[in-house]
C-alpha cells in the first residue's frame, strides 16, 4: 500500500485536528504559465473595455465521488447536488451556470480515497471527460512540502486545456463556500490577498496592477480566523508598506476569511469570469448530446453552414410570433450585432475577422445563444 502508516495517523489524527478544518488551505497555486496568461487577459480586457455578455452560458461538469475501496466516506450526491444550486446562485450574476454532463462517476480505491495532490492525478488522467470541468470529491486532500504533509480543501487550474479539474476534499465540499471559490480560480480569479502581481496598497492606487488586480476588492493582509470572527468582522490590525491599516471584505469569496462569511463576488470578479469563459474556456462542451436538455425545445433555431464564411442560413423554430431580436457577440464579449429579424433569414459574415462568435435569438420569454465560426 502506498501510503505509510505515519501518514494515516496524521491523517486521523492531526488532520482532523487541525484548527477545526477553518484554517485547511486552499491549495491551487499560479505558475509562470498562469501569471503570463493571466495578465495578457487582464491586459486585453482594459483595452477593448469589456462588459459582460448579457445572456447565460452553460458550463458542462462530470461529478466524480471517490471513496475508499469499501465504499466507505464516499460523499453524498444529493449533498453536492444542493451545493450545486448554491453555486448556481453565486455565479447567476457572472452569466455562468453549471449542468451535470452524464451520470456521476463513482470510484471506490483506497489509493485515490487519500489524494495527494498531483502525484494522484493519475486517477483523472484516465477518468476526466474531455472539455468538461471535471470536479473530483474525496475522503483526504494533501500535499507534501519540504518534507510535511500539508493539508488541503480544494485545488484547481487557472489556465490550460488539458486540466480541466477540480479537488475538493469532502469536508470542506459542502460547506457553502470553497466550491464556489476554486471554480473563482479556474475562471482565472486570483486569491484578493495575491501577490503574483505585487502587494496592493490599502490607498487602492495600484489597485489595477497589483493583488488581485480589481479595484472593487480592498487590499487584503491575507485573512484567517484570527483576524475574522465568527461574526464576521475584521479585528487585525495589519498595515501596508506606507503605513495604512487594512480594511478587506471578509466576505469575498476569493479571500482567505471564515468560510461561513464568504457569500460574494464583485462585479470586477464577475465580469472577468464571464469574459474568461468566452475567450479562454469556450471549449467547454457536453459530448454526449445531454446538453441539448439545456435548451428549451420550444425556442430553438439552426445555423448554416457553420462553420461559414460568406453567407449563412438562420432559421427559428418561432414562425408565428412576428419578429424576433438578433444579436452577435465576439470572443472578447464585445457586440457585434443587434437588429430584428424574422423566424428565417440570410446573414452576411463576409466581412467578419476569422474566429469564433455567438449568436443569440431572443423573444420576450426566452432566448438560445449558439456558437458560430468564421471560417477562411
Given at each position: ?110 489509493e485515490y480515497a487519500l489524494f495527494e495532490k498531483i502525484n494522484d492525478e493519475t486517477l483523472c488522467d484516465t477518468a476526466d471527460l474531455e472539455n468538461v470541468l471535471n470536479i473530483y470529491f474525496v475522503p483526504r486532500l494533501y500535499k507534501i512540502s519540504n518534507g510535511d504533509t500539508v493539508n488541503l480543501c480544494g485545488y484547481a487550474y487557472l489556465s490550460g486545456v488539458t486540466k480541466n479539474r477540480i479537488i475538493m476534499k469532502n469536508s470542506c465540499a459542502t460547506n ?201
Open positions: 500500500m502506498k501510503r505509510a502508516l505515519f501518514l494515516l495517523i496524521s491523517f486521523f489524527f492531526i488532520t482532523e485536528f487541525c484548527l477545526g478544518q477553518e484554517n485547511v488551505n486552499c491549495g491551487t497555486e499560479v505558475s509562470e504559465s498562469d501569471k503570463y496568461v493571466i495578465q495578457q487577459f487582464i491586459r486585453d480586457l482594459k483595452e477593448n473595455n469589456y462588459s459582460k455578455t448579457p445572456f447565460d452560458s452553460v458550463v458542462p461538469i462530470q461529478l466524480h465521488i471517490v471513496g475508499y475501496s469499501s465504499g466507505s466516506s464516499a460523499i453524498d450526491s444529493i449533498s453536492v447536488l444542493n451545493e450545486l444550486n448554491d453555486v448556481n446562485s453565486y455565479y447567476f450574476d457572472a452569466g455562468i451556470q453549471f449542468k451535470q454532463c452524464g451520470n456521476i462517476n463513482y470510484v471506490n480505491n483506497n457553502g463556500s470553497t466550491l464556489a471559490h476554486e471554480i473563482g480560480h479556474y475562471f482565472s480569479l486570483y486569491h484578493t490577498h495575491s501577490s503574483s502581481f505585487g502587494d496592493e496598497l490599502v490607498n487602492g492606487s495600484n489597485c489595477s496592477t497589483a493583488g488581485d488586480s480589481f479595484c472593487d476588492t480592498p487590499a487584503d493582509p491575507t485573512l484567517s480566523t484570527s483576524t475574522v470572527t465568527n461574526s464576521c468582522v475584521y479585528i487585525g490590525n495589519e498595515q501596508d508598506v506606507n503605513g495604512d491599516f487594512y480594511n478587506p471584505d471578509v466576505t469575498n469569496f476569493m479571500s482567505y476569511s471564515r468560510k461561513s462569511c464568504r457569500d460574494f463576488f464583485s462585479e470586477q470578479q464577475l465580469s472577468q469570469m464571464n469574459a474568461y469563459l468566452f475567450a479562454y474556456r469556450n471549449y467547454l462542451v457536453c459530448p454526449l448530446d445531454i446538453d441539448s436538455s439545456f435548451v428549451n425545445e420550444m425556442f430553438d433555431f439552426s445555423i448554416y453552414p457553420n462553420p461559414g464564411n460568406e453567407l449563412i442560413y438562420i432559421n427559428s423554430n418561432q414562425t408565428s410570433i412576428g419578429m424576433l431580436d438578433l444579436k452577435i457577440h465576439d470572443l472578447a464579449g464585445k457586440l457585434i450585432l443587434d437588429i430584428s429579424v424574422n423566424s428565417a433569414f440570410v446573414l452576411s459574415v463576409e466581412m467578419y475577422n476569422y474566429g469564433i462568435y455567438f449568436i443569440t435569438l431572443s423573444n420576450d420569454a426566452n432566448f438560445v445563444t449558439k456558437k458560430f465560426v468564421k471560417a477562411l
